[in-house]
């Protein structure tokens, strides 16, 4: 079993995933065909967090954050917007830090996954 993600927003607490519906909605707004580009630009704007962080990448994470929740939460009409989101992370930063690192958490995991079934399981000597 996948394990839940839940981040809390105006009092709330909502799950996440980073799923096909999640990339897709990220996809269109950002007008990105393929799915590895979505990652790519994710990464690269979660890549410039820190004292670099753009607030192009700023946006892109708070979009992110959106549509990760509404990915997990179809049945809710949610009551706040990706501006909401990234007025709570400039309040409380660490839940920046701690989604951030799901998201690179889930992309690792994935990557091993594809190793794993690309090799038939079976992994090198040393590795």
């Known amino acids: 079993m996948k394990p839940v993600n839940e981040i809390e927003f105006l009092g709330e607490k909502y799950t996440y995933a980073f799923n096909y519906s999640c990339f897709l909605m990220y996809a269109k707004k950002h007008n990105i065909d393929k799915v590895d580009d979505v990652s790519k630009d994710i990464a690269n704007a979660i890549g410039g967090s820190g004292n670099n962080l753009t607030f192009d ?71």
């Open 57 to 127: 990448a700023l946006e892109k994470i708070g979009d992110l954050v959106y549509f990760s929740i509404k990915a997990a939460n179809r049945q809710i009409d949610l009551q706040f917007d990706n501006e909401d989101v990234l007025n709570e992370f400039f309040e409380k930063p660490e839940k920046l830090e701690r989604f951030t690192s799901n998201f690179v958490d889930s992309q690792v995991g994935e990557q091993q996954a594809k190793a794993k079934n690309a090799t038939g399981g079976k992994q090198k000597a040393g590795k």
